[in-house]
């Protein structure tokens, strides 16, 4: 059986123990804060630029942060008074829900698509975090990638972009199953989280290749789990940006030497049709 993670990089004994890390809450380091501010930052710029105000969060496999960067992005974005709403799509583990104490057995995503209840309805007002409202997983279906298909989702979104400035919809990793493809078609594109030193390269090649094949317009990554203060002793570089291009080769910004990039695990810059995106290092630890 393929195996897409990289097990001589991999310590998954302390992953069931790891909680959630808001950026509002207090003793939050200043770098994790800040990588979220940045990264609220080049999301404004896409969406002042270009029609990005609809986009899905995934990872090449579990255990990424991926649902954590859904939610502090969205707090982040909350703080500089933008309204967004942030969608559980992975109806078959939703997790959002304990992160937001938003309650259980809540109405949801699949209650919506299935005509049970009216989108209003199941919307939920996250106590103590203004701007944010909250569409919970729902009750879990039988036949989850085929429910996000229906014409539904795209009225529901449709629906969501004009009440909202952002609509984040978290879905599962694309290498388990393929609803962040499906649902990346209908959205303006697909924000791609990488775990540093988790999966491996090709497993993540892979799992871009799949959202790209469907058609899916990768906006950038977020890397984390990111070591900054072992990076620091190593590089004497403080800033928290890498680049990550079309060619799926990752590499230290300009000004950062090969033997600094190679004890970092990075390899070189390369350039594609004259373009890079830039993403942003977090230390997740959720």
């Not at 939703?94 to 698509?113: E, F, I, T």
């Not at 952002?166 to 791609?192: W, Y």
């Amino acid at each position: 059986m393929w195996n897409p993670f990289n097990r001589n990089t991999i310590s998954n004994s302390s992953a069931s123990k790891r909680s959630l890390q808001l950026i509002t809450q207090k003793g939050m380091p200043f770098a994790y804060v800040e990588a979220y501010k940045a990264l609220r930052t080049n999301l404004n710029f896409l969406s002042g630029s270009g029609d990005v105000h609809a986009f899905v969060v995934t990872s090449t496999v579990p255990e990424e942060a991926k649902s954590n960067v859904s939610v502090n992005l969205a707090l982040a974005l909350t703080e500089s008074g933008k309204k967004v709403v942030l969608v559980d799509c992975d109806l078959r583990k939703p997790v959002l829900h304990r992160y937001l104490k938003a309650g259980h057995n809540l109405k949801g995503v699949s209650n919506v698509l299935s005509r049970q209840v009216a989108l209003s309805d199941a919307l939920v007002e996250p106590k103590d975090i203004p701007n944010l409202t909250f569409l919970p997983a729902g009750t879990t279906p039988p036949n989850p990638s085929e429910l996000l298909s229906q014409p539904q989702m795209q009225e529901m979104v449709n629906t969501l972009r004009g009440s909202y400035d952002f609509v984040i919809l978290d879905a599962p990793p694309i290498s388990m199953v393929t609803d962040a493809a499906v649902i990346g078609r209908i959205v303006d594109g697909a924000l791609f989280v990488v775990r540093s030193k988790y999966a491996s390269t090709d497993a993540v090649k892979t799992a871009l290749e799949k959202l790209q094949d469907a058609g899916v317009k990768v906006l950038g990554a977020v890397l984390t789990r990111y070591d900054a203060k072992k990076s620091l002793k190593r590089s004497d570089y403080g800033y928290g940006y890498y680049y990550y291009n079309s060619n799926y080769s990752y590499g230290p910004p300009d000004g950062i030497s090969e033997s600094a990039a190679k004890k970092n695990g990075l390899t070189s810059k390369k350039q594609h049709n004259g373009k890079e995106k830039h993403s942003v290092h977090t230390e997740d630890e959720a």
